[in-house]
């Protein structure tokens, strides 16, 4: 089992940044790929990025040049930095872990609020 605690999420003005984070704990060696998914209110969960073990990543058009995603092996921790933010940013941020490179999310973390205010 995997266990995924988010944390950084908050309120910040438009053109300001964040930076989330995601903490991994229990059997972190089966994870092959972290994604952060954000779900705004009464829209669809969508994708944000992704990282996987050898550190290649995905980042979603949306928000590409704005948004990094990166990782701390050492603290089995993910993070999201979020800069020039937008109010359509606005949404809550899951961390989510996967056991295979493709396949269907196994692990999410409980979620992390960022409001941007325009």
């Known amino acids: 089992q995997v266990q995924l605690v988010e944390s950084g999420g908050g309120l910040v003005q438009a053109g300001g940044s964040l930076r989330l984070s995601c903490a991994a704990s229990g059997s972190t060696d089966i994870i092959r790929r972290m994604d952060w998914y954000r779900q705004a209110p009464e829209k669809q969960r969508a994708f944000v990025a992704s990282i996987f073990r050898d550190r290649s990543t995905i980042i979603t058009d949306s928000v590409k040049g704005r948004f990094t995603i990166s990782r701390d092996d050492a603290k089995n921790t993910v993070y999201l930095q979020m800069n020039s933010l937008k109010p359509e940013d606005t949404a809550l941020y899951f961390c989510?872990?996967?056991?295979?490179?493709?396949?269907?999310?196994?692990?999410w973390g409980q979620g992390t609020q960022v409001t941007v205010s325009s």
């Open positions: 989510t872990a996967r056991r295979t490179l493709a396949g269907n999310v196994d692990y």
